[in-house]
């Protein structure tokens, strides 16, 4: 199941957890929280589900079938990170992988200030793993991250919001810094509160693509639906979103989408 708001250019969001988990082989459920007028470059307009009805949606869908693994992307509103939150307690969701999208690429918010510390106190820690990219674990760590030293750090202090573990990823970190001798490398670091893992991949050059964060946490969620243990959901996510990202096309004017296809 994927938890998150629209993107009707298909390259994020819920249409791109959606178009991941076909690639993957799990049958894909949905709860919109957000109805977003989107493109691959920018978003206009961020209209928010009540969080009645995104209640309303989980508990409907519940009735036929619980989910196997659930991912959890840009929730807007504090009132629906809270929903979503007694949610897992009362429906009894699986703990969900939880993506905390803070602001878009582009630079429009699609979490309000006020939400993030409800996002911190109520969701986090109900979260089996919590995927930030290096500015979101920044911000919600309060730490600077300037290379692996710094990165573990940021791990740790996110792991004391309470998740069972914390993969900070490192697409934004800019070819990473001479001393640490990763340039031509995309690290992601894994942290569960005992040891940390590196997954590294080589970076693809170009600029990346719109929606990587999506297809990432959607696909740990495919693999941990398919009976993967987490270390190895991560792994061949990784794998997934570095193929789809190779295999990157332009659908107009705007930013390189992922071949979701791929798998």
Not at 110 to 115: E, F, K, N, P, V
Not at 128 to 152: D, F, H, Q, Y
Not at 252 to 260: E, F, Q, S, T
Request: aromatic share 4%.
């Amino acid at each position: 199941m994927t938890i998150a708001g629209s993107d009707p250019s298909g390259g994020a969001g819920l249409q791109a957890d959606l178009k991941t988990f076909a690639a993957l082989g799990v049958y894909g459920l949905s709860v919109l929280t957000a109805v977003i007028a989107q493109n691959s470059a920018r978003v206009q307009r961020v209209c928010s589900v009540s969080a009645e009805m995104v209640t309303a949606q989980l508990g409907t869908i519940i009735e036929e079938r619980k989910p196997d693994a659930v991912k959890i992307g840009a929730l807007v509103a504090a009132p629906i990170v809270k929903s979503i939150a007694k949610a897992i307690d009362r429906f009894g969701l699986p703990a969900p992988v939880v993506d905390p999208i803070l602001v878009a690429s582009s630079g429009a918010r699609l979490l309000d200030r006020g939400a993030e510390r409800i996002l911190s106190s109520q969701l986090i820690p109900r979260a089996l793993l919590v995927t930030p990219n290096i500015p979101e674990a920044e911000v919600l760590s309060g730490i600077k991250i300037n290379g692996i030293s710094a990165m573990r750090q940021a791990a740790r202090a996110l792991h004391k919001l309470g998740p069972r573990s914390v993969l900070i990823k490192g697409g934004h970190w800019p070819a990473a810094s001479a001393a640490d001798g990763v340039s031509s490398k995309v690290i992601d670091l894994f942290f569960d509160g005992r040891r940390f893992v590196e997954f590294a991949a080589d970076r693809i050059p170009g600029g990346g693509a719109h929606g990587t964060g999506c297809a990432l946490s959607a696909a740990v969620a495919a693999w941990l639906a398919r009976g993967a243990d987490l270390e190895t959901a991560i792994a061949r996510a990784k794998r997934y979103v570095t193929q789809a990202l190779k295999r990157r096309l332009l659908i107009g004017a705007g930013r390189y989408v992922l071949d979701h296809s791929t798998r």
